[in-house]
């Protein structure tokens, strides 16, 4: 059974910086699609950044050149390095992992296999 669990998300001011993990566990790290998301109060769920199995990376607008997503195999460990955070970056962050290979399933929300969240809250 494939099981994700976030950390590492907290409370910063503006221009500061966290790093969120997501620790998975129930198959082969590196073989899945893999994401964040995050969904804030009254808004939908937006893609943040994905990851696919070749280590080809995309990512929201919003985030670029300001999140990075990456993989550590050994640790079985997705990650996402958030930099230079904006109150407007203030929301639930959630990983994905999907076995299909489709990053059309992925960005669309469909993944099969969800974390619980972790809450990110950046103040001005």
């Known amino acids: 059974q494939v099981q994700l669990v976030e950390s590492g998300g907290g409370s910063v001011q503006a221009g500061g910086s966290l790093r969120l993990s997501c620790a998975a566990s129930?198959?082969?790290?590196?073989?899945?699609?893999m994401g964040w998301f995050r969904q804030a109060p009254g808004k939908e769920r937006e893609v943040v950044a994905t990851?696919?199995?070749?280590?080809?990376?995309v990512y929201a607008d919003s985030v670029k050149g300001r999140f990075s997503i990456s993989q550590d195999n050994a640790k079985n460990t997705l990650y996402l390095q958030m930099n230079s955070l904006k109150p407007e970056d203030t929301a639930m962050y959630y990983c994905?992992?999907?076995?299909?290979?489709?990053?059309?399933?992925?960005?669309?929300?469909?993944?099969?296999?969800w974390g619980q969240g972790t809450q990110v809250t950046v103040s001005s």
């Open positions: 129930g198959y082969i790290a590196g073989s899945y699609y």
């Open positions: 994905a992992a999907d076995p299909r290979h489709s990053w059309y399933i992925l960005v669309r929300g469909m993944a099969l296999y």
């Open positions: 990851l696919d199995s070749d280590g080809g990376t």
